[in-house]
């Protein structure tokens, strides 16, 4: 029999009987502000489970179900969460883990699609080809995290910290990633020889100051009022991208056609290789 205890008083909230937690079956069980840290609960069922303000940290759980659990201010601190289940593919099948502690954790091809994610903490995590389509991850950190071959679609990444990141191969598409910080990112592919993709998406307000953004696919992208000094863009793909009143101060534009961009207002008289049509102009201050 293994008991699981309040971090708070000690007190029993749960009882397994089982002298192991692998595939322990947690399912709709009452857990919160459980002390569970340093486990062993690979493969466990915790859908539907509450793990409200529960300490997870340093578990293994690779392969846990968290799909429809309730975990906001969960403590998930260097947990390893690799190929973990955090949603049944549906939003009313998905996870609320608002304000969780996700920092220093390995979350390896994790399925966190439609996952509430407001306020968390990613910092140099590895979320390596994990999934948030339609996830809510706004005003998070993820500063120094690997975020190689992840999806975003259609998320809501607005008001996050993605600076010193690693976004080779990620996808964006129709994500929106307006007032967030990309200062000094890697999106260029240098790992995977793929680079990001952001067909779409709302980049509007962003901060961009040092960024990597070689071969980049910015497809009909916003990048309205964006802070790209220092960039690199070369050969960045912008087919249809809106710039409007942003800052490109010393952005290298080699090899891009600024034929296809959608300029307004943007001083593009500081910024390096840039060659823009002479019909292009007259929309430049």
């Known amino acids: 029999m293994i008991d699981i205890r309040s971090k708070e008083n000690g007190d029993i909230l749960y009882s397994v009987d089982s002298d192991t937690l692998m595939h322990a079956d947690f399912r709709s069980a009452n857990l919160r502000n459980a002390d569970l840290s340093g486990l062993d609960l690979r493969h466990a069922d915790f859908s539907m489970a509450i793990l409200i303000g529960a300490d997870l940290s340093n578990s293994q759980l690779q392969f846990a179900d968290f799909s429809g659990a309730k975990m906001s201010d969960t403590n998930l601190l260097g947990a390893d969460l690799s190929r973990a289940l955090f949603s049944s593919g549906r939003a009313t099948g998905a996870a609320d883990m608002s304000h969780a502690n996700l920092s220093q954790s390995v979350m390896l091809a994790a399925n966190l699609d439609f996952v509430n994610l407001q306020h968390s903490n990613f910092k140099d995590a590895d ?23 992840a999806s ?134």
Do not use: W
Not at 155 to 164: E, F, G, Q, R, T
């Open 127 to 149: 979320l390596s080809y994990a999934s948030f389509k339609s996830a809510d991850l706004s005003s998070s950190d993820f500063s120094e995290a690997d975020l190689c071959e």
């Open 152 to 285: 975003f679609n259609n998320a809501n990444l607005s008001n996050c910290n993605l600076s010193d990141t690693d976004l080779c191969g990620a996808h964006f598409n129709n994500a929106d990633l307006s007032n967030s910080n990309l200062d000094r990112a890697e999106l260029s592919g240098e790992k995977t020889q793929q680079p990001a993709i952001f067909t779409m998406a709302i980049l509007e307000n962003s901060s961009l100051v040092g960024t990597n953004m070689e071969g980049v696919i910015l497809k009909k992208a916003n990048l309205s009022q964006t802070d790209m000094r220092k960039a690199n863009l070369s050969n960045a793909v912008l087919n249809g991208a809106f710039i409007r009143n942003a800052n490109v101060e010393d952005a290298d534009f080699s090899g891009v056609a600024l034929g296809t961009v959608r300029m307004q207002f943007s001083n593009f008289s500081k910024a390096k290789n840039a060659d823009i049509p002479a019909h292009k102009k007259a929309n430049l201050r």
